[in-house]
């Protein structure tokens, strides 16, 4: 199964057309969407992992997107947590909104889901040790 996982920037005039219901429908992609801050009138911006058993109908989902005056990136940058260094205090779960930093409920450790990161980069600074940083 072939994956990406992308950006996409919109503006305003974009923001109520049914995008992601064409790739599925069109394209036959499989869409989780792991980020979304979409305002009526406003720009909208969407993180998404789009999969398909070939690469090819991701990358034509993907041009059909620009077709539309959508901007697209790769989700590139990746979080790096110093794991050795961590002293399980929490205060990073409590911005990570999709869940990738969470705290196990039976050894009060911290646990972070690379799956599950949309890279929002809130971590970084929740961090008192500054020990969460991004990689590019
Ligand atoms: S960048 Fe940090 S806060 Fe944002 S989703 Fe990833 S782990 Fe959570
Ligand atoms: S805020 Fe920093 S020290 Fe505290 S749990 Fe998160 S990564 Fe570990």
New binding site residues.
Partial sequence: MAKKRIVLTFPPSLVEKPLTYRLVKDFDLAINILHARIVPRESGRLVIELSNSSEENIDAGIRYLEEQGVNVEPLSKE?RWDEKECINCGA?TA????D??RMNPETWKLE?DKD?????????P?CPLRI?S?TF
Avoid: G, R, T
Wanted: hydrophobic share 55%.
């Fill in positions: 979080i990073c911005v990570c909104h999709s990738a930093l972070f599950k990161c949309i890279v929002c980069e809130m971590c970084v929740a969460i991004v």
